[in-house]
């Protein structure tokens, strides 16, 4: 029976898969327990799905998936939970840069305390470049926000979970996923665990600033109203603002002849904005729950390697 499943998504990796699995495999093995290592090829552009199946060729506890299109980290993370069997679950980046020697470690501080669902490892120095970091700090103090979780509490990719833990968060119906998010949705007994954090062996991170504001721009939609109330609150200061200038206006009734345009262009200009502003951000509320209600996929399977049946 297998007892432990890493779920690795696999973007560009193929530089540094062969030696992520050789160092998995050697860590694993030493755990007393069947595992299964899980890469999900989310629509590679160079060859990783290649060497996947190398690995696979060579080591029949690697199990491969490939989406059929890109869907990004999060829904390739949710793929591999969706077809993991592991009484443990981890899950990681495919760089390098989150050492599989911590998985002992993070599995260590899982089993000794009954009460935490998922133990999260938090980098004793990030190997990040600033405006990284800079992304994620912004992204952690809304979350923070939102969810209402303690500052000192950390999110990152390189986890383990509980099969509990991934069976609640696995229910969840979100059109545009964010695993931290979610996490926190239907848990909030989760600690951290300093690790060590490598530097990238070879390339650059996926994750550039647009898509880290991307991802806070998912979690505020999809986990809060935080702009619709934004919105409201805009709303009222523009309707007493309207009153003073009603008052104003009736007070200067006299005095006022022709002047006054520039200033009804300008307030004309920023009220149409505002409302369209408003109609877009309450159309992406309705797409979002249009897309929940028709059940559409995150994510579509082409191929699979190594799972006792085909998963489709």
């Known amino acids: 029976m297998i007892e432990y499943s890493v779920v690795i998504p696999v973007y ?8 992520l699995c050789a160092r998995l495999d050697q860590t694993l093995s030493h755990l007393g327990h069947d595992y299964e290592i899980i890469l999900i090829d989310d629509f590679s552009p160079d060859y990783s799905w290649d060497v996947m199946q190398y690995i696979h060729e060579h080591n029949s506890r690697v199990k491969l998936i490939r989406l059929q299109k890109n869907v990004g980290q999060h829904a390739a993370v949710l793929c591999g939970l969706t077809h993991s069997v592991g ?26 305390n009954d009460q935490i669902d998922a133990v999260i490892g938090i980098p004793l120095e990030k190997q990040h470049h600033l405006l990284r970091r800079c992304g994620s700090e912004l992204l952690n103090f809304f979350i923070t926000h939102i969810f209402k979780k303690d500052r000192q509490l950390r999110m990152s990719s390189f986890r383990i979970l509980r099969r509990t833990l991934v069976l609640s968060l696995l229910s969840l119906q979100v059109p545009n996923p964010t695993i931290g998010s979610m996490l ?28 880290l504001l991307r991802l806070m721009y998912n979690n ?10 934004i919105v409201s609150y805009v709303g009222v200061l523009c309707v007493a603002l ?6 104003y206006f009736l007070w200067q009734a006299p005095s006022v002849m022709v002047s006054g345009w520039s200033t009804l262009v300008v307030l004309i200009t920023f009220f149409s904005g505002f409302i369209l502003f408003s109609l877009g951000l309450i159309g992406e509320y309705l797409v979002r729950i249009i897309k929940v209600i028709n059940h559409y996929p995150i994510y579509l399977i082409a191929k699979t390697k190594g ?3 085909e998963v489709f």
């Open 12 to 19: 560009a990796g193929s530089a540094t898969l062969v030696e």
């Open 87 to 112: 009484n443990y679950i981890v899950t990681m980046d495919d760089d390098l840069q989150h050492p599989p020697e911590e998985i002992p470690n993070l599995l260590r501080a899982l089993r000794c």
């Open 184 to 211: 926190l949705l239907v848990s909030t007994r989760i600690q951290n665990l300093p690790i060590e954090h490598q530097p990238r062996s070879s390339g650059r991170s996926g994750y550039n600033l647009l898509k």
């Open 220 to 229: 505020i939609l999809n986990y809060s109203a935080l702009p619709l109330q």
């Open 242 to 247: 309207s009153l003073i200038l009603l008052l």
């Open 307 to 309: 799972f006792s049946k």
